[in-house]
């Protein structure tokens, strides 16, 4: 697969740990103030959009937009099955996997020509 395929997926992958951190790192520190969490991911999502916004401009030269959401949209599941179970000690149980299994499938229809 050529590096212009292969780099706005990578970029999405990283984006996406960064995303998920940023919206649900903060779920383990509870007692933490709000405004405390809100500020670290504020800038934890700086670094998100650091990758986010290259992959997609890089992207756009292969893949159509909505190719680009819907990679996006997979990875994200991917990423935050690993990040709860892994980070959050919540693994997913079989519903959660089906309703991601029904979205990886949305995602496969829209790569169809």
């Known amino acids: 697969m050529p590096l212009e395929r292969i780099l ?5 992958l990283g984006s996406n740990v ?20 809100i500020f670290a991911s ?14 997609n401009r890089m992207g756009s030269s292969v ?4 190719q680009l959401k819907g990679m996006q949209e997979v990875i994200t599941l991917l990423v935050f099955a690993g990040f709860s179970a892994w980070y959050l000690g919540q693994p997913l149980k079989w519903n959660h996997w089906a309703g991601f299994a029904l979205i990886a499938v ?6 169809l020509e």
């Open 106 to 111: 949305a995602a496969w229809l829209i790569f």
């Open 8 to 12: 706005p997926i990578a970029l999405l």
């Open 42 to 55: 504020w800038g934890i999502a700086f670094f998100e959009y650091c990758l986010m916004v290259p992959a």
């Open 18 to 37: 960064f995303m998920t951190f940023a919206w649900y790192g903060h779920l383990k520190y509870k007692s933490a103030p709000l405004m405390v969490a």
């Open 63 to 66: 893949y159509s937009a909505p």
